[in-house]
């Protein structure tokens, strides 16, 4: 059993995020809709020849991010744990079906070995890690389930992170040259933060005591 911090293992200023999860959830469901080959072009080999894995990762994707702020909210895990559980089970099944298809669009990228192994990586990280929290939270180890999923977060806003990135990389060596790259700097940085805040916090004086 991981012991049981005091203190909230997630850090203040969490609102920003939660706000920048949801928008680009919903932003990104226009992508449902609209011709990919204007709105996101580098995925139009995907829509052209392997529509239904393309459409399974970006519909189900932005559910498990909004989900999000909804299953770290301590007021609705205390007043409502039975929906607490079924958004986890929502958020469960959103992973496994959009990493799933993620592993094989990654796999069938046209941008090189770099950002396909950064995409399958973040595929298989993403899968594993929340299938872990899962099972955690299924056998009742409840103070390791938080720590999972804290990681499995981490990897779900590679979503926001990616797209802070895209810009950047565009507007200076351009995208051909810096997406490879965003493909590991989306979710390697997030995965190490959040190791690094569990370790801190579980780790300090009031969490030895609990």
Known sequence: MYPVPKRPLLPRGLPVLWFLSIAIALGSLRFLIADIALVMPAMLHHALERPLLLYAHIFFAPIALALLPFQFSKKLRLRRPGVHRWLGRLYGAATLVSGTAGIFLGFQTEQGPLAASGLVALAVAWLSITALAVYLAIIRDIAAHREWMIRSAGLTVAAVTLRLYLPIGELTVGFENS????????????????????????????????
Do not use: D, M
Request: aromatic share 16%; proline share 9%.
């Open 179 to 210: 997406y490879p790259l965003i493909c590991w700097l989306c979710w390697v940085p997030n995965l190490l933060f959040t190791e690094w805040l569990i370790r801190r916090t579980t780790k300090s004086p009031a969490a030895q005591s609990a």
